[in-house]
């Protein structure tokens, strides 16, 4: 019976993670900054972090969605700002 239960409960988590990556890839697609102000980067940033926040509040329960939402944040950070480096190189 332990099986089922835990099988029922990966079953919810992949799908609750199907529809967040769904959801956040989406959003992502939408972001829009300019990469040679820092003004700009830092709204985009503030911008990827309350959408990540307001995207996991539906799935608090989903351990997988909380540690996902985290690191996707940092590496939103990370991919902005490797991008306004290049920018500021090439430019």
């Known amino acids: 019976m ?3 239960k835990g099988l029922r409960n990966i079953k919810q988590k ?3 993670m199907s529809k967040f990556v769904g959801a956040m890839n989406f959003e992502l697609a939408k ?7 820092p003004a ?3 709204r985009a940033l503030k ?3 309350k ?4 995207k996991t509040s539906s799935y608090k329960r989903n351990d997988w969605i909380q540690n996902f939402s985290r690191k996707l944040k940092g590496h939103v950070r990370k991919s ?6 290049e920018t500021h190189i090439g430019g």
């Open 14 to 16: 992949t799908e609750e």
């Open 47 to 49: 911008k990827v972090n």
């Open 51 to 54: 959408i990540a926040d307001e």
């Open 31 to 37: 972001l829009d900054f300019d990469a040679t102000d």
């Open 80 to 85: 902005l700002t490797k991008r306004a480096a």
């Open 40 to 42: 700009s980067i830092k």
């Open 2 to 4: 332990n099986n089922v």
